[in-house]
């Protein structure tokens, strides 16, 4: 039997922590059940230190998630791994991940201090996360650049005080695929408790090669891969976890390695993710790109039609992209719906099948025909709006301008029950519709970006407005999808502000739970 590669996925930490806008409770809910079916065996999903939001969507999905280890982060303090273990302690299979900056740059002039000291902090903080979890990672962040004296030493330390798990990142994707995979040679050459822990690799792609220094290190004896769906992540972003999965799956023969993810459930988790977190996946993406399995030169396509395996290592089917000849139009049945979903990925229990048919049939009306990527930003969309939303759009109508004429919307809004309406002018039809909103919400928000792109193809084509909106300093992410475009910036404004209404929700929680006696003088 091959070895298995452990897959820990980073998507809600060091993905979520280089978005433009914080994902929302019910958005990062959604991402770990999709990493649940795609079987991840760890998924990081927060800071709990950092803020209220981070604490309690760790504690949410801790308590969500039943079949992969949730893990939360720490610096190597005890507040911070109280913190961890606070959030987490409600699930049956957690970790807790601590990290130390261990390489001479960091240590000198981030951290102000020696590499003792490093190795004293790191010891500390593995035996007392291990009081509160039988599962422990460390991270020696910027191992990439750190000693490799130094870095034996720290790494043997850390099993010794207890770690399951030692991580060697390269924080800033600095190394060269051959020098990453001789530092973790080095480590199985020369620590003599490494047996004792399962060692783990963190990439960045600063040089676009992420995923081969966690290929190399693989292949000299690591057996964790730490990376993100479509490698999102600080800068440049992570190692992609549909690149490696598929790497080591392509190649098991070779590798003699595996892992345990699902892999039909690549391209649904992709997508779901790249919409969530409004990052593009670009065309060119190896696995999850849209051009990833077209063939275009004519060589290459007629190589392709006498046999497939000419031009294609991997195919659409192996990662659940489907190629389906069915039409969808306002005749087919709820039936029908509920088995393009399943073909496409998505379990009956994962979505409400009354709400995505409503909404199935009101699109079919105006579109006639109605294909898998309208489908998937319908169940999307679904879901999103399950939440319970605080603004709701009762009325918008909208005069756009002319000559002569202001562009003028009016608008009813439901704010928690109660109907209220306004009408403004403004620079243009969008500028009028978001006027209302700002006034009827009383939130005083400065719209950071504004995007518009088609969901689909050709005239029939959804058009999806994608925002950030800033408020009190904090950027919230705000999507809107209908036929309409003014519809459709409106809904994702609307959708920005019950963000920023839950996260005040969160906030006031947060300051009514550290301050008791002052909101009983209130
Ligand atoms: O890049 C890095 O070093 C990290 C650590 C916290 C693991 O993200
Ligand atoms: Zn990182």
């Known amino acids: 039997m091959s070895d298995q590669v452990f897959i820990f996925d980073t998507t809600l930490r060091d993905g979520e922590q280089a978005l433009a806008a914080s994902l929302s409770l019910k958005e990062k809910i959604q991402v770990a059940l999709a990493l649940e079916e795609l079987r991840v065996d760890v998924m990081e999903v927060g800071f709990p230190i950092s803020s209220p939001g ?3 969507s760790v504690q949410k999905i801790a ?5 992969s280890t949730v893990c939360g982060l720490a610096r190597s303090l005890e507040k911070d791994i109280d913190a961890a273990y606070e959030a987490l302690k409600v699930s049956d299979n957690y970790r807790i991940h601590c990290f130390l900056a261990t390489s001479d740059i960091h240590v000198k002039d981030k ?3 020696d590499f003792n000291h490093v190795v004293e902090m790191a010891t500390k903080a593995v035996k007392y996360a291990r009081n509160k979890a039988g599962d422990v990672e460390f991270s020696c962040e910027d191992a990439g650049r750190t000693p490799i004296d130094n870095l034996c030493r720290i790494v043997e330390a850390v099993i010794a005080a207890g770690a399951t798990t030692v991580n060697i990142p390269d924080t800033v994707g600095y190394t060269l695929p051959t020098e990453y995979g001789n530092i973790i040679k080095s480590l199985y050459d020369r620590v003599p408790n490494i047996d004792k822990a399962r060692i783990s690799v963190h990439t960045h792609n600063d040089l676009g090669m992420a995923s081969a220094l966690a290929m190399t290190a693989v292949m000299n004896g690591a057996r964790q891969i730490e990376c993100t769906v479509n490698g999102i992540g600080e ?3 992570n190692c992609s976890l549909e690149e490696v999965v598929m790497a080591i799956k392509t190649r098991s023969r070779l590798l003699d390695l595996h892992t345990n993810v699902e892999c039909k459930q690549i391209a649904k988790t992709s997508q779901l993710v790249s919409q969530i977190c409004n990052m593009p996946v670009p065309p060119n993406k190896a696995i999850v790109g849209s051009n990833a399995f077209s063939h275009s030169s004519g060589i290459h396509q007629d190589g392709v ?14 990662v659940g992209f489907n190629t389906n000849n069915m039409n969808l139009t306002a005749r087919s049945g709820r039936h029908i719906i509920k088995h393009r979903l399943e073909a496409m990925g998505y379990k009956e229990d994962s979505y409400n099948l009354d709400d995505v048919y409503t909404r199935f049939k009101e699109l079919a009306d105006i579109k006639g025909q109605v294909f898998d990527y309208d489908l998937e930003a319908l169940l999307f969309f679904s879901q999103l709006t399950e939440e319970p939303e605080q603004f709701k759009i009762e009325y918008l109508t909208v005069l756009s301008g002319g000559k002569n004429v202001l562009p003028t919307a009016s608008m009813k809004l439901n704010i928690g029950g109660n109907i209220v309406t306004d009408s403004c002018v403004g620079n243009g039809p969008v500028d009028a519709v978001y006027q209302c909103i700002y006034r009827l919400t009383g939130y005083n928000i400065t719209l950071q970006k504004y995007e518009i792109k088609s969901k689909g193809e050709g005239k029939d084509a959804l058009g999806q407005v994608d925002i950030i909106a800033n408020y009190k300093g904090k950027n919230f992410h705000g999507m809107g999808l209908t036929t309409d475009i003014i519809q459709s910036s409106a809904a994702a404004m609307i959708h920005a502000c019950n963000s920023i209404y839950r996260a005040e929700l969160v906030e006031q929680k947060k300051n009514s739970m550290q301050n008791p006696a002052s909101n009983e003088n209130k």
Not at 63 to 67: G, L, M, P, R, Y
């Open 54 to 56: 981070d604490f309690e």
């Open 63 to 67: 308590s969500t998630i039943k079949n």
């Open 111 to 113: 951290l102000h201090t």
């Open 235 to 237: 800068r440049a972003g």
């Open 305 to 318: 039609l006498k046999n497939k395996d000419t031009y294609e290592i991997v195919t659409p089917e192996q």
